[in-house]
């Protein structure tokens, strides 16, 4: 018998944009404006040549006035698709349209320590341990560093960081630097593991999150990482900082265009100095401060999802945050941020989420809330996912055949599908008394013993002895430059 079905549109995901293709163009054009009136200070001089050089004008030394030309031309070259892999130099990110990864952030001043409780200084320890969790944590895609070591000198704590996340987990790593020379230290450092300069350009595992002053404002090792970054073709993050109602306009459109403005810029520069270059533009912008604490809130809900559009009006791929909290606890408002901001920016279509596990506005971060951001990850891919209608899962034969007297439990229909439903590891649904039976602990506790479980029994790799020597050899270089 024939089957005939009209219309029959099926959603490959969940279906979300906060604002719309023509408000997109809008912060666009405004953009453009700001490069073309206002201009920005560049404080590189490498940076400020390839800009005149290519028709930008050039006043009171380093203000730099972009033309609309120089930013579409920009678009013409720059990647659409950006992919990572990992260190055995597998496929792993395919950062696109519709692909959302998830990991920590780094540079957390402060851990809450998972065994005590404790708010306190982290060492280098810390960070890798942080690294053996994020490992084992199959939802966690990325890693960056989590916390800033205190026990290591200032200057080189982003080499340690670097050989941390080298020898502790395979997979993608966002790196952070101190300055430029952090920057070539760290690419150093990957390409040994890589096998070299051009295996790294082909698979690169690592790319580099560029912290901009703000978006009128470029300083100087920004630039030099950018176009370092650029000649080599390796990927990098180039995320100004702006913060509204200090240094941009409080009003979020206001906002996410003069932040957008500075995106801009850093595409330009990249493509410039090198047509072709990965760049990943920024899913953040438009963040305020609060006018009664003075403290820049992580997890506001004002700006989500508007520098998101504003990627894909780009087509190209994007850094977002979410999974932290404001909190200074791993306590129920954690929770609850970690899981609001991480659904708007994974409805939003961030490529990259990061800051899983932070908390007190970025300042602290915790390993037990980097697994419960672990379990809201898991989640969120359940509901996200492609609902599945067909005549098997419709089960209408089964439904007619038992009735409205017949049970379900022991069918082979149940027995093919019920793995097929979310399950959770550290959230609670069994009844009472089993919870009790299991110690009747809370989920901030239980995400604890989590933690515990993988640093006991979690086995990684190790890297090989050449390797290895390697990396140590270029830490400590850096030390003795800085001593």
Wanted: proline share 5%; net charge negative.
């Amino acid at each position: 018998m024939t089957k005939i079905r009209i219309n029959d549109m099926a959603y490959g995901g969940a279906q979300y944009a906060r604002v719309s293709p023509e408000q997109c163009q809008k912060l666009h054009n405004a953009s453009l404006e700001i490069l073309a009136r206002t201009g920005a200070r560049l404080y590189d001089q490498e940076a400020i040549d390839l800009l005149k050089k290519a028709g930008s004008s050039v006043s009171d030394g380093n203000r730099v006035r972009i033309p609309a030309g120089l930013v579409e031309k920009a678009f013409s070259t720059v990647p659409k698709r950006v992919t990572l892999y990992d260190q055995n130099g597998q496929a792993a990110m395919f950062l696109e349209e519709g692909q959302c990864y998830y990991g920590p952030g780094s540079d957390c001043l402060h851990i809450v320590d998972h065994r005590t409780g404790e708010r306190r200084d982290p060492v280098l320890q810390d960070v890798v341990e942080g690294m053996r969790v994020c490992d084992a944590l199959p939802n966690i895609d990325f890693v960056m560093s989590m916390f800033l070591p205190s026990d290591v000198g200032e200057m080189v704590s982003d080499r340690y960081q670097m050989e941390a996340m080298l020898h502790n987990t395979a997979k993608p790593i966002i790196y952070v630097t101190n300055e430029f020379s952090g920057c070539v230290d760290a690419v150093e450092m990957a390409e040994a593991v890589a096998g070299g300069a051009e295996a790294l350009k082909l698979r690169p595992f690592a790319a580099c999150y560029i912290n901009v002053t703000t978006g009128l404002q470029h300083n100087e090792d920004a630039l030099q990482k950018l176009l370092f970054l650029a000649e080599r073709g390796l990927p990098a993050l180039y995320i100004p900082v702006c913060i509204g109602g200090i240094s941009g306009p409080i009003s979020v459109a206001g906002s996410v265009a003069l932040t957008n403005a500075g995106v801009l810029v850093g595409l330009v520069l990249s493509q410039l100095k090198r047509e072709g270059s990965p760049f990943i533009t920024s899913g953040m912008s438009g963040e305020a401060l609060d006018m009664r604490t003075m403290v820049s809130p992580y997890c506001e809900p004002d700006h989500r999802g508007i520098p998101h559009a504003l990627a894909h009006h780009y087509n190209l791929p994007m850094f977002g945050l979410g999974g932290c909290s404001d909190s200074k606890l791993v306590d129920q408002q954690a929770a609850a941020e970690a899981a609001l901001t991480m659904m708007a920016e994974t409805l939003g279509g961030a490529n990259l989420i990061h800051d899983l596990g932070y908390l007190e506005s970025g300042l602290s971060g915790s390993l037990a809330q980097l697994v419960i951001c672990n379990e809201i990850v898991s989640w969120i891919e359940c509901f996200t996912a492609p609902v599945e209608v067909n005549d098997e899962t419709l089960a209408l034969d089964l439904i007619d055949q038992e009735g409205p007297d017949g049970q379900f439990l022991d069918s082979d229909h149940t027995m093919k599908y019920f793995r097929k439903r979310w399950y959770p590891e550290v959230f609670e649904r069994g009844n009472y008394d089993q919870w009790q039976a299991d110690g009747g602990l809370g989920l901030g506790e239980r995400a604890a013993v989590r933690v515990d479980k993988i640093l006991a029994e979690h086995q990684i790799e190790p890297l090989p002895e050449k390797v290895a020597r390697e990396i140590k050899t270029i830490v400590k270089r850096a030390e003795q430059s800085f001593e």
